[in-house]
């Protein structure tokens, strides 16, 4: 998922979520059976009520939920999102984080950039951190979360609190 994909006008996130079908076949209609997978993943991304709303009228977190949708209804076995909860409030945020990290209990793998560290703790498994020069500094779990290696990745200094299984980064500088 793009952080700033292109949507033709007029479009409505039904519309936009019902384009998956119709990447391999040329047809005229949606079956009953695609018809009720859109509408199953439109409940699940809480937005069953804007499913005839035109795309340009959602709001950016809206879409980024329409966007995660269509990736659900692809049937991947891999996702690839950047920044997925930008746009959104922090309830919307925490619960398309969950929504995400429930998915590799189905065999679906998510690959997430984040910038949000304390956010990636939470709802992440597996840690990349990436330099500006485009290196790859530190991988791990939640061992990567230590004050050396983040200070090598973003160059500023951070806090590491930890209290049992909790880690909370609190940025020094």
């Known amino acids: 998922m793009p952080q700033n994909p292109y949507y033709p006008k007029g479009i409505t996130a039904f519309d ?60 991947a076995d891999l996702l690839l999102l950047d920044e997925p909860a930008s746009n959104m409030d922090l309830i919307n945020q925490i619960k398309i984080l969950k929504m995400l990290r429930s998915l590799s209990n189905k065999g679906i793998t998510s690959v997430i950039i984040m910038h949000d560290i304390n956010l990636a703790i939470k709802y992440g498994e597996n840690y990349i951190g990436i330099s500006n020069e485009h290196k790859i500094i530190q991988k791990g779990q939640t061992d990567f979360f230590e004050e050396q290696t983040l200070k090598n990745i973003f160059n500023i200094n951070f806090e590491i609190n930890k209290t049992g299984e909790n880690i909370h980064v609190q940025i020094m500088d």
């Open 16 to 75: 936009y979520l019902s384009s998956v079908f119709f990447k391999n076949n040329w047809k005229w209609f949606l079956n009953n059976d695609e018809k009720e997978k859109i509408g199953e993943i439109l409940e699940k991304i809480e937005l069953s009520d804007k499913g005839n709303i035109n795309i340009e009228n959602l709001s950016g977190g809206e879409i980024q939920k329409i966007n995660i949708g269509l990736g659900l209804l692809s049937n």
